[in-house]
T-cell receptor, first 109, second 114 residues
Framework: LAKTTQPISMDSYEGQEVNITCSHN???????ITWYQQFPSQGPRFIIQ???TKVTNEVASLFIPADRKSSTLSLPRVSLSDTAVYYC??????????FGKGTTLSVSS | DAGVTQSPTHLIKTRGQHVTLRCSPI?????VSWYQQVLGQGPQFIFQ???????GRGNFPDRFSARQFPNYSSELNVNALLLGDSALYLC?????????????FGDGTRLSIL
């Protein structure tokens, strides 16, 4: 399984764009990159998933360079409610998701 | 549509006791997975069931067991509880076993061991 490395914490202000980068140097050919968000005392919530290039949905964008050894989750114009832990997961192992410690994002006014 | 539901939401037990946690998946989802999340860490995979059969098991002792029922709901059982079993236990469901299948999590059961 590809190991992921992401910053432990990040700080931002409301209205700013936040980019969280995840390194996964040993990503395999069949691996997808998936990001989850978790609020305190709640289960993780799926944000976005991609394989290569760029994926965008209503809440975030995911940028994946050609070598796929890293990926960047982009959150446009964050608000206080975006304060959460963000997990980057890489793999093609079925429902046995492997979580790291994630990135704690703190958004201030 | 109802999401993944777990019961109870909170539970307090003492060392040596037994506990049963319950999970109802999203309607139509045949796969259920269980995770343990201790404070400050990401969720750790315990079990995965699909069509009532165990399809995966994480690095947990035999005190942990689970099963899935014909309606795809699931139970997680933990025997001989230890203080270290205090954690948030999460259940997730997905429609298939495919690696890209998105898992939908419940809000967990907070288990405290005294």
């Amino acid at each position: 399984l590809a190991k992921t490395t992401q910053p432990i914490s990040m700080d931002s202000y409301e209205g700013q764009e936040v980019n969280i980068t995840c390194s996964h140097n040993n990503i395999a050919t069949n691996d997808y990159i998936t990001w989850y968000q978790q609020f305190p005392s709640q289960g993780p919530r799926f944000i976005i998933q991609g394989y290569k290039t760029k994926v965008t949905n209503e809440v975030a964008s995911l940028f994946i360079p050609a070598d796929r050894k890293s990926s960047t989750l982009s959150l446009p114009r964050v608000s206080l409610s975006d304060t959460a832990v963000y997990y980057c997961l890489v793999g093609d192992i079925g429902p046995a998701l492997i979580f790291g410690k994630g990135t704690t994002l703190s958004v201030s006014s | 549509d109802a999401g993944v539901t777990q019961s109870p939401t909170h539970l307090i037990k003492t060392r040596g006791q037994h506990v049963t946690l319950r999970c109802s998946p999203i309607s139509g989802h045949k796969s259920v997975s269980w995770y343990q999340q201790v404070l400050g860490q990401g969720p750790q995979f315990i079990f995965q069931y699909y069509e009532k059969e165990e399809r995966g098991r994480g690095n947990f002792p035999d005190r942990f067991s689970a099963r899935q029922f014909p309606n795809y709901s699931s139970e997680l059982n933990v025997n001989a509880l230890l203080l270290g079993d205090s954690a948030l236990y999460l259940c997730a469901s997905s429609p298939t076993l495919q690696g890209t299948s998105i898992q939908h999590f419940g809000d967990g059961t907070r288990l405290s061991i005294l």
